[in-house]
């Protein structure tokens, strides 16, 4: 069953603007991370933060987390076209749990 | 290699007839993980190998699916007698070890299209 739910399920910005998506997820969880798939492939890891994080900074990313509403966010500041993707929110307790993935949210950047 | 390799990176089969995918994952990682993609049902969490076990193997779709790890190393996913509804993409990762704070590397993945 999905975890993660993030929305919007599709954002379009132009180049240079912030893009921001949101994450909600259904029972506690010990961390939360964020990947980014491009066409539809392999995905890539982009930041990982715990449970007791509210905030983490990874160059042009910036990801919160708000244990009380159960949510997370992805901000991705200055964008380019290269940051065009779906990113997707994942939540588990790793081992024989895998992963589990929210639909994610594909992400435009128009020049 | 530098990262995670599956083959065939596309495979396009029969109604009926078997396939089996293959995971490379990247060397000294003891934790191997088996993903499936598709529309309809978004990423779903297949499979996992410590070494060469699979505690679980509750997260395969049906019996026809199986999955193997030979020497702490390769791992083949084989499904039987494919139907429509397998067509996916199916992903493979690996990490250092089971914990959650041991990064998952994803691998390119195999895109199933069963005819």
């Known amino acids: 069953s999905q975890q993660g739910e993030e929305d919007p399920q599709a954002l379009s910005i132009q180049e240079g603007e912030n893009a921001t998506m949101n994450c909600s997820y259904k029972?506690?969880?010990?961390?939360l991370q964020w990947y980014r798939q491009n066409s539809g492939r392999g995905l890539v890891h982009l930041i990982l933060?715990?449970?007791?994080?509210r905030e983490k900074h990874s160059g042009r990313l910036r990801v919160t987390l708000d244990t009380s509403k159960k949510s997370s966010s992805l901000l991705i500041t200055a964008s380019r076209a290269a940051d065009t993707a779906s990113y997707f929110c994942?939540?588990?307790?790793?081992?024989?749990?895998?992963?589990?993935f929210g639909k994610g949210t594909h992400l435009i950047i128009q020049p | 290699g530098a990262g995670v390799s599956q083959s065939p990176s596309n495979k396009v089969t029969e109604k009926g007839k078997d396939v089996e995918l293959r995971c490379d994952p990247i060397?000294?990682?003891?934790?191997l993980y088996w993903y499936r993609q598709s529309l309809g049902q978004g990423l779903e969490f297949l499979i996992y190998?410590?070494?060469?076990?699979?505690?679980?193997k509750s997260g395969l779709p049906s019996d026809r699916f199986s999955a193997e790890r030979t020497g702490g190393s390769v791992s083949t996913l084989t499904i039987q007698r494919t139907q429509q509804e397998d067509s996916a993409v199916y992903l493979c990762?690996?990490?250092?070890?089971?914990?959650?704070?041991?990064?998952?590397?994803f691998g390119p993945g195999t895109r199933l299209t069963v005819l």
């Open positions: 990762a690996s990490s250092l070890g089971g914990g959650l704070l041991n990064e998952q590397f």
């Open positions: 029972t506690s969880i010990n961390n």
């Open positions: 933060i715990r449970s007791n994080e």
């Open positions: 994942a939540t588990g307790r790793g081992g024989a749990d895998g992963l589990t």
């Open positions: 060397s000294g990682h003891t934790a």
């Open positions: 190998f410590q070494g060469n076990s699979a505690p679980d």
